[in-house]
């Protein structure tokens, strides 16, 4: 499959569309001329440096957004810190990424005090002329970008998507049929340390379209909904824990202009969007599904107005992308016959090719078929059905998706457990409430003796807001199943049933 350079038909466009809306962020508009004059320039200080990973401290504001378009101009790696996460978590991923460089507009204070690093701030003057600045060459295989998500250990793990990747991703999105331009308004609702904000960025620069996104101030998913009705979108990607927090405004929202909505980054409520169409009357809607290792999104379903394919409610993931294939494995690392469920295996360009400088990762993660072919274990369970349509059935370990980030429990365990300097048992059980969002509880074995403030706090320090409990709860001591093992079914039952008392 012949691949288009994203980041060339992001230059063509923006010099094409030099003088047309880039971007609207908190109400200011910048244009493709500023937006990419400023890319540039940074650009020619990244060529300056020695450094090849750089880190980039997530703003909401055009600096931050150039940055990112620079390090993909200079060939060298982006990384995202996020201000709001813990500086020490922070720090972890520094050091494993060997950040050398650290791009900054507002906050420099991402990392603890004692963290020597190079750092350079964004926030200079903006170009407004057409940028001339010549684009290095750059090997395919260097990471484009590299996202760090939580890891069973507690250590982050990273996953590195090569150009090669994203020039994969961008050529089989493409060939989804989106009819988008330039008279486009797109939404970027996403975190920049969640990979699906690659995608609401890069993609409406290729269109020469307008990217609004999301104030970090106020209620989230009610500026959501203010942006889409008041700029009067064209195109956005929601996860579903927006709409479902959104639920008693469905009456009052009206989006006739959307013409495309895209559903994304955790299992979608079928009967939500049900409710929810007649606030898009005109607007296709696709379920977009893709673990981060497989470069965003793999597998595409179009929604139909009747009849959606589903399982317990969750709808169907569809089909692979274009050069994407799929396997439905069995406990054995079989293929399973349409039908039944299994593990979901991906395998194609998309696909990266390990965790950064992780080989037992990577090899618990990925496997070789006889015929030599590498896929990727994504420890989601799916059935595929008689028309080729792959059928979500929930997730085969200890992982969650919390906000649209995947949570791995064992890592929250194991904070959890170094309080305690490893002297109980502690586990973390996802649990719906009444409205159907999923919360983290924490249940440890013990009197509580420490007390449950200085638990709190020092998970506070440790992990990011969507990774703490909702709920801590004690037990003088765990039940056990007939192996042996901490019975975690009846722990759950004892918490619902404690909070539906």
């Not at 791009?103 to 057409?130: G, H, I, W």
């Not at 009747?306 to 994407?324: D, W």
């Not at 969002?437 to 420490?450: K, Y």
Request: glycine share 6%; hydrophobic share 35%.
């Amino acid at each position: 499959m012949h691949t288009s350079d994203w980041i060339n038909d992001i230059i063509t466009s923006a010099n094409t569309h030099i003088s047309r809306p880039a971007m609207v962020i908190e109400e200011k508009t910048y244009t493709y001329g500023q937006l990419l004059g400023q890319a540039w320039d940074i650009c020619t200080t990244l060529c300056t440096q020695q450094a090849d990973v750089i880190g980039i401290v997530a703003e909401n504001c055009m600096e931050t957004y150039a940055s990112i378009l620079a390090v993909l101009f200079s060939g060298k790696t982006y990384v995202i810190l996020h201000p709001d996460y813990p500086a020490e978590r922070n720090r972890l991923i520094a050091r494993q990424a060997d950040i050398r460089l650290l791009l900054y507009s507002k906050k420099r204070d991402v990392l603890p005090p004692d963290v020597e690093m190079d750092s350079f701030c964004t926030n200079s003057r903006l170009y407004t002329a057409q940028p001339r600045v010549a684009r290095p060459r750059v090997a395919s295989d260097v990471p484009a970008y590299i996202i760090f998500t939580s890891g069973s250990t507690g250590e982050p793990k990273g996953v590195p998507i090569s150009r090669d990747n994203l020039n994969a991703f961008y050529t089989a999105y493409r060939k989804l049929g989106w009819n988008l331009d330039e008279t486009d308004r797109m939404l970027q609702m996403f975190e920049l340390t969640f990979d699906v904000s690659v995608v609401s960025f890069l993609y409406p620069l290729a269109v020469g379209a307008c990217i609004y996104t999301v104030p970090q101030s106020g209620m989230k998913y009610l500026n959501v909904l203010d942006i889409m009705e008041r700029h009067q979108l064209t195109f956005a990607a929601i996860a579903p824990s927006v709409l479902r927090l959104s639920r008693p405004y469905f009456p009052e929202v009206n989006l006739p202009h959307l013409r495309y909505l895209v559903v994304t980054a955790e299992a979608t409520d079928v009967s939500l969007l049900a409710d929810f169409r007649p606030c898009i009357p005109q607007a296709e809607v696709v379920n977009l599904y893709g673990p981060t290792e497989t470069t965003i999104y793999c597998t595409s379903y179009p929604m139909p107005l009747q009849g959606c394919k589903q399982h317990s409610g969750m709808a169907a993931i569809g089909k692979p992308f274009v050069g994407m294939e799929s396997l439905i494995a069995g406990e054995d690392g079989q293929p399973l016959p349409a039908g039944q469920t299994g593990e979901l295996w991906i395998s194609g360009p998309q696909v990266m090719k390990g965790y950064w400088k992780s080989p037992e990762k990577t090899a618990e993660s990925f496997m070789a078929t006889p015929n030599g072919k590498l896929f990727y274990r994504t420890g989601d369970l799916c059935c595929m059905d008689a028309d080729g349509d792959l059928i979500y059935c929930g997730r085969k370990d200890a992982q969650v998706k919390i906000q649209g980030f995947r949570v791995e429990l064992g890592e929250i365990e194991h904070q959890a457990k170094a309080f305690y300097r490893h002297t109980c048992n502690a586990v973390v059980l996802p649990i719906l409430d009444k409205e159907g969002n999923c919360e983290l509880h924490l249940a440890v074995e013990g009197d509580g003796a420490n007390g449950t403030h200085e638990l709190e706090s020092y998970l506070q320090e440790r992990l990011p807001s969507y990774m703490l409990p909702k709920h801590i709860h004690f037990f003088a001591s765990f039940p056990l199943n007939a192996n042996n093992k901490t019975d975690r079914k009846t722990i759950k039952q004892n918490i619902e049933n404690h909070a539906n008392n």
